[in-house]
């Protein structure tokens, strides 16, 4: 359920110290890295400075902010049209099965279908986080049936 208090808007530089602490946050939590505070800042600071990046996006509730997602956008041929990925999800504790990211994702997915260049929404989630699997297919989403595989390259 959507809770109408939360109100969604694009993030601003002002914001990128709650950003951070927030990636810092979701990291150790769902898989336990550890993160450099100032390479996230850094990062968080080149999407908000190169819009073809991706955007950042904040719920707030009551005047505070209380969860973010960041989306980074994927050509794809096949379909000619950008897939809009959604990453970076964090909603701090307190406000967690409130329907907070709910109101991310339908701020979000509005955008999508709005926009006639855009094909869909993907995201990727841990194999084992269950809690979060739940969430993403109540509100629709289905597993695209891939593997995820990367290969690293030194900074």
């Known amino acids: 359920m959507i809770h109408p208090a939360w109100t969604i ?3 601003t530089v002002h914001d990128v110290p709650q950003l951070r602490d927030w990636a810092i946050a979701m990291a150790q939590e769902t898989e336990h890295k550890v ?3 100032r ?5 968080i600071r080149a999407v908000l400075d190169q819009p073809r990046r991706g955007a950042y996006f904040v719920a707030e509730g009551g005047g505070q ?5 960041m989306l980074t956008y994927e050509w ?5 049209g950008d ?6 999800v964090y909603v701090a504790p307190d406000h967690r099965r409130k329907g907070v990211y709910a109101a991310l994702y339908a701020h979000v997915l509005a955008g ?4 006639p260049a855009v094909c ?6 841990e194999r084992d986080n269950a809690t979060a699997q739940r969430t993403y297919e109540s509100l629709g989403m289905v597993d695209a049936g891939y593997r995820m595989y990367e290969a690293p390259t030194p900074a």
Request: overall charge neutral; aromatic content about 14%; proline content about 3%.
């Open 39 to 43: 390479t996230v800042d850094q990062g």
């Open 76 to 80: 794809s041929d096949w379909r000619n």
């Open 112 to 115: 999508a279908k709005a926009d």
């Open 83 to 88: 897939w809009w990925w959604i990453q970076s």
């Open 9 to 11: 808007r694009a993030a």
């Open 120 to 125: 869909g929404l993907r995201l990727y989630v």
């Open 65 to 69: 902010a209380v969860g973010t997602l």
């Open 35 to 37: 993160l450099d505070p």
